[in-house]
């Protein structure tokens, strides 16, 4: 069935090439010098995360003041001796995210002059914000925020959240995450077709109904691929 509208996660998907934020994150930590098993470090890691938007005023935060207070919050449980390191670990987190909005903007060009398109993101309630920051807001027509919404991926009310605004069936409304657990089996649930960046990482498909991507720059090719294969 042709795409009638793609829905994206945001980190790990758009800002990097299927790499997850705690991934991303502790390589940079220990090229500053963090004495950290990656077991202590995802703990700290995760507790921050969880508990961000609790703990700081976030809802007009852009991407490097969200940054500012993960990285100080993981730095202050973790080894509060080197709150120095903060400004370095996010100076480089966010040229890095800088990059990879580079890398996507052709393929979010080409598609949303085709199709409408949208964020499903387990996030802090400042997407929104984030997006406008780095200006890429105007390529999406529904930005769904776990926090703002009150539910999570891979909770199906979250996809029909995204669903019902863009007014598109499930069954030809396309997920791209790079979360096997939140994006793949969450738009499974729900009936929507799905598609796995993993950079390359792996060639086993995630699912029976879903593909994978090594890149977003061939999502266009997948999606036409998909749109001219008769249904089963």
Request: aromatic fraction near 8%; charged fraction near 25%.
């Amino acid at each position: 069935m042709p795409a009638a509208a793609v829905l994206f996660d945001f980190g790990g998907t758009l800002d990097s090439n299927g790499t997850s934020w705690l991934e991303r994150f502790y390589p940079i930590y220990l090229r500053y010098g963090l004495q950290a098993t990656r077991e202590s470090f995802a703990k700290v890691f995760y507790l921050s995360d969880d508990t961000l938007a609790r703990r700081h005023r976030l809802d007009a935060a852009a991407l490097e003041e969200t940054l500012r207070h993960q990285t100080r919050d993981v730095l202050t449980f973790i080894a509060p001796e080197r709150l120095d390191l903060s400004e370095r670990i996010v100076s480089d987190f966010l040229a890095e995210s800088r990059t990879h909005f580079g890398r996507c903007r052709p393929v979010l060009d080409r598609l949303h002059r085709e199709l409408p398109l949208g964020i499903v993101s387990n996030f802090y309630g400042n997407l929104a914000a984030v997006l406008r920051g780095e200006d890429l807001e105007h390529y999406f027509r529904v930005v769904v925020d776990s926090t703002a919404v009150g539910c999570i991926k891979p909770e199906p009310a979250i996809f029909r959240r995204a669903l019902e605004a863009l007014g598109t069936p499930p069954e030809n409304t396309w997920m791209v995450g790079d979360s096997l657990e939140r994006d793949m089996r969450g738009a499974e649930r729900v009936g929507m077709p799905h598609a796995w960046l993993r950079g390359g990482a792996r060639a086993a498909g995630c699912c029976p109904s879903g593909r994978v991507l090594a890149s977003l720059d061939s999502l266009p090719d997948l999606l036409a691929a998909a749109s001219e294969t008769p249904a089963a």
